[in-house]
């Protein structure tokens, strides 16, 4: 049975820094595509990063380019999220997804976890 952990959301000051955490159990995440996406009230799922192939490429939306670093822990079975310069536009609830079957993330990804909610605010 797939079980998803996110974690590091929370409240968080302008310009801080945050690293969101998706724990996987069930099944080893080593090499299967995945992706952290986001959704902010009254808007769409947004993709903003990738992780995918033996050799860890990444991909990142244009949104957090530059700001964000996904990252794939073998040994811990986690695939982390580092967001730097937050702004309260990246205000949202992050979700962490993953397929062994995809070779690029998207929407139509397998397995999702709940979301971590992530804040802006001064």
């Known amino acids: 049975q797939v079980h998803f952990v996110e974690s590091g959301g929370g409240l968080v000051q302008p310009g801080k820094s945050l690293t969101l955490s998706c724990r996987v159990s069930g099944f080893t995440l080593a090499y299967w595509t995945t992706g952290w996406f986001r959704q902010a009230p009254g808007k769409e799922r947004e993709e903003i990063a990738c992780i995918f192939g033996s050799q860890d490429f990444t991909h990142y939306s244009d949104s957090v380019k530059g700001r964000a670093t996904i990252s794939r822990d073998r040994a811990k079975n986690t695939v982390d999220l580092q967001l730097n310069d937050l702004k309260p536009g990246d205000s949202a609830t992050y979700f962490c997804?993953?397929?062994?079957?995809?070779?690029?993330?998207?929407?139509?990804?397998?397995?999702w976890g709940k979301g971590t909610l992530v804040t802006v605010s001064a």
């Open positions: 997804a993953t397929d062994n079957e995809k070779q690029i993330c998207g929407d139509n990804m397998s397995y």
